[in-house]
């Protein structure tokens, strides 16, 4: 394995391989890029493949923590709506802004 500094990714997918399946051949991620037009500008771009892995793992984690962030808003939301009826004005008010937090870290998560 190589030495990798402590915020490369490749450390991560030092063992990933890439296989093309229909005629067996197997290359190493960290040695691997992907080449392609993009379609957006018609240029020709080149990715490390280890970057396209670390992005579809941070999109899963983004994915799974805005689904629990939901979980609590819809909670939240409930509480506000019981306590509308007690007239706790304090307590409202922070639940209403824990709901305006958890709103902005699911805009900052999903672009």
């Known amino acids: ?4 500094s402590s915020h490369d990714w490749r450390k991560n997918t030092d063992d990933a391989i890439v296989v093309a399946s229909n ?3 197997q290359l190493e ?6 080449i ?4 957006k500008t018609l240029k ?4 490390d493949v280890s970057r396209l892995i670390r992005v ?3 999109n899963i984690n983004d994915l799974k923590r ?6 609590q ?9 019981l306590l509308g009826y007690s007239g706790n004005l304090v307590r409202m008010h922070q639940i209403e802004e824990e709901i305006y937090e958890i709103e902005d870290t699911i805009r900052k998560l999903l672009p």
């Open 1 to 4: 394995m190589v030495d990798y």
């Open 23 to 25: 005629i067996g051949i």
């Open 29 to 34: 991620v960290n040695k691997s890029k992907v």
């Open 36 to 39: 392609f037009t993009n379609p």
């Open 44 to 47: 020709k771009e080149e990715v």
């Open 56 to 58: 579809f793992v941070n």
């Open 66 to 71: 805005s689904a629990d962030l939901e979980r």
């Open 73 to 81: 808003k819809i909670d939240l939301e409930g509480q506000l709506e």
